[in-house]
């Protein structure tokens, strides 16, 4: 199947090297301590940060450190043929324990010895790269709750079809049988925080598309800090100061 | 959902209903505003999203081509479940939701799906029929609790009345197989113009009203449904037919309290419809384009002038 056309345009009308589009919202849920949802063209997912507060097992509390938790669901209707999925299933399982390591990276929890983090991902619309707009997702939650971070984790999907590296795959590009690379980034301290691929690829193509998602995690950061900053004057009018 | 209130706190909340003035300011025959987006999840045929307060939920019709029901075969299918995602409570985390989840899908199909013949079904089974005995529509009705701040089945039952009219079904043409013995060849049509949409005009709304102490409340929040003594949840469709009820909580009532709190949320839900038809969601023709927000602020003077009960 062709993904790009004779004239360097993909199914969705993109170039290679272009991300969707994205939109952020943040302060979704008023209850939470922390909500966002986030958009990459027709993903999308809402994140909800509960914490830190009080541990609510006991024996899971850690006097050293804060303990985050997190789980991963998806509505019945977010994808295209309409399906149940059970709460433990295999994936939803994986992405859960993903998306904790990831944010446990990020969050200074030396700084909340004795409490607990929830984070909830909910996904409303699955269009390939669930997994980046997950994390992108739960960033900007953890931020709304004024938790202590490292520095914002921001992620982005590459694959390379048609002998073509190409950025932030959606569904019908991730079934496409090519390699399908996520990467999460700090992108303040240059490091990777996530990195999974499946399919193979020669190591020098790999690093072309390893390079074009940490550029597109980057541009994805770049989108994140100025909604957080947008935030922020929101707020500081409000207060009125 | 676990609400952590003083004793002072429940004084107050109690005082406040009998004073009829609630901790917001709305009096015991109030509902909140609400805002309703349409076509909010693109993949489905029809969804809704409503903001009712703090309580957000999603509903999103999908539609499927399907085999009647054995027995019914000039019938469709419809079926209808709700999920509590744990982003409107961390008790909602794993298992947690699933009785709540039980509890408001149970009281949902009660109200919507009429008896086990089909009769009395918010949408007309009859007409989501195809081929008699071969194909036809399975209609699933799917609701989603983000946010919650009390009063979830009334919500959940006005964002799946909006998701109904707001849903349109591919036209379906028949190339072949009409016969008895043969399989049913079809087409769909791929031009998105051709669509019909669903009867929705019998489709009802749940009202419940919540006891606490010696009078009932609309749109009643956590706190206040933490307070209840017993709450009436009542379906009322356009002809002012009662569809479904569910009775919860721990105490008992009378049946005099019953038959009153019911005629009650008939008056509520006719304004509920007059509010929501006000907004042009159910008449306007060129809803599916493009997502369209109402935002029911007129609601409350509609009802103050309406529906006040004393």
């Known amino acids: ?241 | 959902m676990v609400v952590g209130l003083s004793a002072a706190e429940k004084v107050y909340i109690a005082g406040g209903i009998a004073a009829d003035i609630r901790g917001d300011g709305r009096g015991r025959h109030q509902f909140r505003e609400f805002n309703i987006d349409t076509s909010v999840i693109p993949q489905a045929n029809g969804s809704a999203r409503i903001c009712l307060g703090g309580t957000d939920v999603i509903a999103s019709v999908k539609a499927e081509l399907s085999v009647p029901p054995p027995g019914r075969p000039n019938h469709g299918k419809l079926e209808i479940s709700v999920e509590c995602s744990p982003t409107a409570a961390p008790e909602f985390e794993g298992r947690g939701g699933e009785e709540l989840s039980m509890d408001l899908s149970r009281a949902l199909q009660r109200s919507f799906l009429g008896g086990t013949s089909g009769a009395g079904a918010a949408i007309d089974l009859a007409a989501l029929s195809i081929v008699e005995g071969k194909l036809c529509w399975a209609l699933y009705i799917d609701g989603l609790v983000l946010s919650s701040d009390g009063n979830l089945l009334d919500a959940l039952s006005i964002a799946m009345k909006a998701a109904l009219s707001n849903c349109g079904l591919p036209k379906v043409e028949i190339i072949g197989g009409t016969s008895p013995e043969e399989e049913p060849d079809y087409e769909l049509s791929g031009n998105p113009e051709e669509f019909t949409r669903l009867e929705t005009s019998l489709v009802p709304v749940i009202v419940t009203l919540t006891k606490v102490g010696k009078h009932y409340i609309v749109d009643a929040t956590a706190e206040e449904e933490s307070q209840m003594t017993a709450a009436v949840s009542v379906a009322v469709n356009k002809k002012g037919s009662v569809c479904g009820l569910t009775k919860r909580g721990g105490t008992g009532l009378d049946t005099s309290v019953l038959l009153d709190m019911i005629s009650v949320a008939k008056r509520h839900s006719a304004v509920l419809r007059r509010a929501l038809a006000f907004a042009g969601l159910f008449s306007s023709p060129n809803v599916e384009k493009r997502p369209v927000s109402f935002c029911l602020l007129l609601f409350r003077r509609l009802d103050a002038n309406g529906c006040r009960t004393k």
Not at chain 1, 121 to 148: F, Y
Not at chain 1, 155 to 160: E, R
């Open chain 1, 1 to 241: 199947m062709d993904f790009i056309s004779p004239e360097g345009l993909r199914l969705d009308g993109r170039r290679p090297l272009e991300l969707r589009q994205l939109q952020a919202e943040i302060g979704v849920v008023e209850k939470a301590d922390g909500s966002a949802t986030f958009e990459m063209g027709n993903t999308k997912v809402i994140a909800v940060v509960y914490g830190p507060r009080e541990v609510q097992s006991r024996s899971q509390q850690q006097h050293d450190q804060a303990l985050v938790r997190c789980e991963y669901s998806m509505a019945s209707f977010s994808t295209g043929d309409r399906r149940r999925r059970g709460k433990g299933d295999r994936r939803a399982t994986e992405l859960s324990l993903v998306i904790r390591q990831t944010m446990e990276a990020a969050i200074l929890t030396n700084l909340l010895p004795r409490s607990q983090i929830d984070i909830f991902v909910q996904v409303l619309q699955a269009d390939g790269g669930t997994r980046a707009c997950c994390i992108n997702a739960a960033t900007l939650a953890l931020a709304d709750a004024g938790i202590p971070m490292r520095d914002i984790v921001a992620s982005c999907a590459a694959g390379y079809l048609n002998s073509t590296p190409i950025l932030d795959l959606n569904y019908l590009e991730d079934s496409g049988g090519g390699p399908d690379l996520t990467v999460a980034l700090f992108p303040k301290l240059d490091k990777v925080s996530l990195l999974q691929m499946d399919s193979k690829i020669p190591l020098d193509v790999f690093e072309k598309v390893m390079n074009l998602a940490s550029e597109g995690a980057k541009a994805v950061a770049q989108f994140i800090r100025e909604k957080l900053m947008e935030n922020t004057k929101q707020l500081v009018l409000a207060k009125g100061r």
